[in-house]
């Protein structure tokens, strides 16, 4: 059940003008709608209560889409389903400022959202009989909304308006843009301003009628994460150790499978969670159930009504599973599984990932495409194949359903378990194959934030979708010690996260000695992709460190990377447009409503 918290911004919620108006792409009505004139707003400590809600509510617009193309899609981890590719034009070389997805969609909604946390921070504080630590903490959250809002518009655009007053007309949202520098220094500013709040929290406990609310832990984790951008490792270091002393801590309630039930809505409420989406199982406010269907599968678990409710429009990059290393910390070789595997093409090895039954049609598609067939054993191609991924790092078995592994579905009602098998053939018993949207290719699929089960039976769940947690903060801490110089140092803290996923600890072997300050970097680097798969973070830590370009649009031997079959035949691939795509366009009708805006590079 969920708590009262959930309820507080449920139950709260008032509508605030938000979407593209007939003057610009951000909508400065920010009064209630149906609900009150924005006088009566501020003259009342209830109604001014109820537009902090408000501006919470933005968060789920970004993810009540699941078709904006959530940031996983962006990074080198995940592919979005080819069916619904379109719009995301910064993949595909061909971008531009009046792209929806590619330009638009998220410069209007983190606006949207800054614009409502405005409008509370100047007028909460009058409201006629609004308590004052109250308001003072309030406008504290909002001051933590409006930099994370900057923060990932910043990244997105690199320098962009910085709007800090309460707006009333289209007139006064014509600021030229700041340098990325300077929105940088903004929000170390007002993150500032937050954190010496007497009023804002360190943390606030699972039972708290509060919980979900901005707390000074989250802000020392966001301005942490602002310092690493202005590559001020001692700040940046002591920030993240802050978030430590405000009582967050990892989750290490259930022993070894402490990093899959993590995501699970028993545990959301954890002392890891500093940051998180809040969800209930109604469909209006479910944004993190869309998670639940859109990286789901078509065998999960359903009412009963024997339809299977999940979707397979996210799947997990093949070239980023191959990064996982080894169970013993070495790194992932399949030529050490499947001696020539690596000089073959995709068709060719495609071969392994037959059935131990495939039957001759079978065999003969497999063929016709261009398999090896005379490497295909039976028995034993399927023990062969799952070898590969039986001795890694076991968060990719808790993140990922990998060939001839199982997945507790249920999609007649009851919980069973189903097998990913290539080719697929039936969903129905006697053999209960793991069902996709386009059954007849194999793919990489999510495990993680999916119901399993019975435990998750809509679309729409009510998991929490964390956007900062703690093992979050450590890796972050890990990088800015390294930068220092304090190599060892970070060890410990990546070994924190490595050793509550079972993973072999940094220099505890020969394959895990670091090797200084470089590896260390490189290392630190995998450990937040293995660690935050499915989060919607890394994309942003990708630009910050340049490794975008190389992980996104190209595979190791320098072959255009894409949305890939298993054994990485393409089904689609993406294209480098050059450097100017480091950075989205500013949208064309803010540059047409705006005479002080300027375009990022040669966008037109």
Known sequence: MKLNAKKYYKQWA?????????????????????????????????????????????????????????????????????????????LFGTNSSSSDRGSERWWKNYYGGILRANDVIANLPAVPGMDPAKASRLVSECRFLRSWWYYRLNVMYGGVPYYTEA????????????????????????????????????????????????????????????????????????????????????YTGAGAESYKQLFK???????????????????????????NGHYGNRSMPDDGTGTGIGWTNYIVNSTFVDTYENADGSKFDWDDYIPGYNSMTPEERSVYFLRDDAKEDELKLFADNGADMSKYITPGNEARIKAAYEHRDPRLAMSVITPYSTYLGGREGVAREYTMRTPYRNVFGPEYDLQTDVAQMTYYINRKFVGEGMEELKFRSAVDLPFIRYAQVLLYWAEALNELGDT???????????????????????????????????????????????EDVVYFDEIRWRTWKDLKFFKP????????????????????????????????????????????????
């Not at 007139?171 to 954190?195: C, F, H, M, P």
């Not at 940046?236 to 009582?247: I, L, Q, R, S």
């Not at 894409?562 to 050059?578: D, F, H, L, P």
Request: glycine fraction near 8%; charge should be negative.
């Open 14 to 90: 008032v509508a605030l003008g938000l979407g593209c108006c007939a003057a610009s792409c951000v909508n400065m009505d920010l009064a209630p709608q149906n609900q009150a004139s924005e006088g009566n707003v501020w003259n009342s400590a209830t109604l001014a209560e109820q537009t902090v809600t408000g501006v919470y509510n933005v968060l789920y617009e970004g993810y009540n889409d699941g078709w904006i193309a959530w940031f996983d899609s962006w990074s080198s981890m995940q592919d979005l389903d080819r069916n619904w590719i379109g719009g995301l034009d910064q």
């Open 167 to 250: 707006i009333k007309s289209t007139d006064g949202a014509k600021k030229a843009r700041s340098t990325q520098d300077e929105i940088w220094n903004y929000l170390i500013e007002d993150l500032t301003t937050a954190i010496e709040d007497p009023n804002l929290p360190d943390k606030y406990d699972a039972n708290s009628a509060d919980y979900g609310h901005i707390t000074k832990g989250a802000c020392y984790a966001l301005r942490g994460m602002v310092y690493l951008w202005q590559k001020e490792w001692s700040k940046a270091a002591a920030d993240f150790e802050a978030v430590k002393n405000c009582g967050y801590a990892l």
């Open 265 to 291: 809505e028993a545990n959301e409420r954890c002392d890891e969670m500093i940051f998180s989406l809040q969800c209930s199982a109604a469909n209006d406010f479910a944004c993190a159930a869309q998670k």
């Open 488 to 534: 060892p140092g970070a060890v410990e803290l990546v070994n924190e996260v490595r050793n509550r996923a079972g993973a072999q600890p940094l220099n505890s072997n020969a394959a895990t000695t670091v090797a200084g300050q470089d590896d260390m970097r490189q290392r630190i680097m995998n450990e937040m992709h293995w660690e935050l798969l499915g």
């Open 557 to 604: 031997d320098g072959s255009a990377n894409g949305m890939c079959q298993i054994w990485g035949a393409n089904t689609y691939s993406y294209t480098w447009g050059g450097e100017d795509y480091w950075l989205l366009p500013i949208p064309a009708r803010e540059m047409e409503m705006n005479p002080n805006m300027t375009q990022n590079g040669s966008y037109m």
